[in-house]
């Protein structure tokens, strides 16, 4: 069954909207440009950091509040990058390496955070064991098929022996959504966030089947990505190294001041009951994100050997070829010159 221990013992590993949403009630004024950025459509407990990075910390460095956007599907993130409608996203991995392969030119700058929140909760009336959910009347739903949400079920359900051919998935945008779904029935399993998690133990018989930080050492949930073009421009560049150095600055807060962390829980968190949370339950979310999981490294840890150890793993769940040359896609350079800034 699912519980709080067991969901804070074993999480890990990682959201179109056609027109995007605007999310900003009011913009600080700053010196400076204002980065239009493109984030997922909601905003747990995860994602506080970065949201606070781009709303807090990036303003006290001489650039103006970013005008940010919602955005439901994160391959529709990934498209805003190609069209030129947004300049950096917080983005997927998978999506990105796989707009690559087709003959995008983009590139992935950091981690906007590592690992993910999400597990993958089941209806335990239907789901007791792997294989269940090949039945004809079980039916699974993923942001997006081929993403990190999909990524995440194919590949520990092909190690239990699922054939996944076998298996319905179908894609619904927004974790809020699938939750819903799962609620009412209308679904049998559904990637989520653990802090939502909690909310669906308490309503029905649900368990998690698939608890990522138990089958990966890493896994990338949403990182900072860009036009190799856009990324030339110098100006740009620099835009793109301060977004980068207010992200760790953020994750370094959330790691060492709970009370930091809580203010911005209840600013920047879209579910309505986040706004109104005790510090004690915060704390909770804090350390299974920041201690347990290690959303949130010190040193972003965006490194050329993550991605080296997970390509094989999207190639084999089908969400990439492989054919990819990660060095013309992965930019690890300006997470070391902002580091070193930083120092």
Known sequence: MLNRRVMLNGLAAGAGLMALQPAMAGRAMAAGRALKIAIPGNSLGVHIPYMAAMNEILPEMRFATPEWERVKKLQTITQSILAGSTEVAAGDAISTLRAVEAGADLKIIGNAFMHTSLVFVVNADKVTEAKDIERDDVTLAVNSKGDFTHVMLVGPMMAAGVDMDKVNVVTMGGSGSRMRAL????????????????????????????????????????????????????????????????????????????????????????????????????????????????????????????????????????????????AKVVDTDLIGQALAELA
């Open 183 to 326: 609620l009412a029935g209308k679904v049998d399993g559904v990637p989520i966030h653990f802090d939502q998690a909690l909310d669906v133990a308490t309503q029905g018989n649900f368990k998690v089947l698939i608890e990522p930080a138990k089958v990966y050492d890493a896994f990338l949930g949403e990182v900072w990505i860009c036009s190799a073009e856009w990324l030339s421009d110098s100006a740009n560049k620099e835009a793109a190294k301060a977004l980068l150095k207010a992200t760790v600055t953020a994750f370094r807060k959330a790691n060492s001041d709970p009370a930091w962390y809580a203010a911005m829980y209840r600013k920047y968190g879209t579910k309505d009951s986040m706004k109104e949370e005790s510090d004690e339950s915060i704390e909770v979310v804090r350390k299974a994100l920041g201690e347990d999981i290690g959303c949130w490294p010190n040193d972003m840890n965006h490194q050329m050997a993550v991605y080296e150890e997970l390509l094989p793993v999207y190639k084999a769940a089908g969400a990439v070829q492989g054919t990819v040359d990660l």
